[in-house]
């Protein structure tokens, strides 16, 4: 029940109506009873830094963070975790209370980027073994791709190649992390990584090339691991080609649910119902 004492979280966007985030938190919410709700706050672009400052005025505790706005937020907060600050953009604000509890004038509002670490958690968590000393092939130089390089390094990667149809767009990309490079969606440079991670919109359903594959399927060999962080369809064509010759895969799922546990731990103090996360996933998304 919403009560006078229930505290708020919510995600900001354009558009939002159709994220899984409210699903997500709240069943994690109603599963450890916290007096918490989080909900979809539709925010137009330009709107970001104002959302921001909001926590503070309305006494928000969390705020997810989507299109158009995670590189405004970054600008706006008071201060940025590791990963934002290398990245320029916060997917998640934290409001930390100030001094005097009783105004929130003095609350510091953090910026937080949890896709990168979500996707070393979810890795983890499938496979079993840290990313620590594997070399990884990453294709796609968009926001996520940042966000998984830059966390893959930290994370202790030997080494990242970062593909993408336009070479160019991957150089940035490759400078976020010490052991990343540029590299070639070649059959030898995908047989050469221990994993395989797409992360552009090839293959998922509604994106530019539903049928398609972002990297050489003649170059995928038992003993891969293949993370597709595309999650509509669950099965990728990348994904059902590294089943065939017997890789390892994961689907999006797992990352996502990793960021909004990050996020989550942060907010609460509290230990992230995993299990209760995903199954709200898989019973929202069909
Ligand atoms: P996000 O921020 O969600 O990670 P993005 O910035 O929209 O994604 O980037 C999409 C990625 O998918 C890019 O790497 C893009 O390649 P380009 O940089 O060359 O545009 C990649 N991508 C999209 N459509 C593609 C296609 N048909 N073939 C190959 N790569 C594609």
Known sequence: MITGATRLAGVIGDPVRHSLSPVIHNAAFADLGLDWVYVALPVAAGGGA????????????????????????????????TAAAALGVANCLQRVTGPDAGDRTGDRIVGHSTDGDGFVWAFEHRFGVPPEGLSFLVAGAGGAARSIVEALGRAGAAGI?????????????????????????????????????????????GGPDPDGCPIPIAGLRTGHRVVDIVYQPRRTPLLVAAEAVGAATDNGVAMLVGQAALAFELWTGVDAPIEVMTAAVEAADR
Request: proline share 5%; charged share 20%.
């Open 50 to 81: 104002a959302a921001a400052e909001a926590m503070r005025t309305l006494g928000i505790d969390g705020l997810s963070v989507t299109m158009p706005h995670k590189g405004d937020v970054a600008v706006a907060a008071d201060e940025l975790s």
């Open 161 to 205: 190649a970062v593909t993408n149809r336009s070479p160019e767009r991957a150089v940035p990309v490759a400078a976020l992390a010490p052991c990343a490079r540029v590299g070639e969606a070649t059959v030898d440079e995908v047989a050469a990584a221990d994993v395989v991670v797409n992360t552009t919109s090839v293959g998922m359903a």
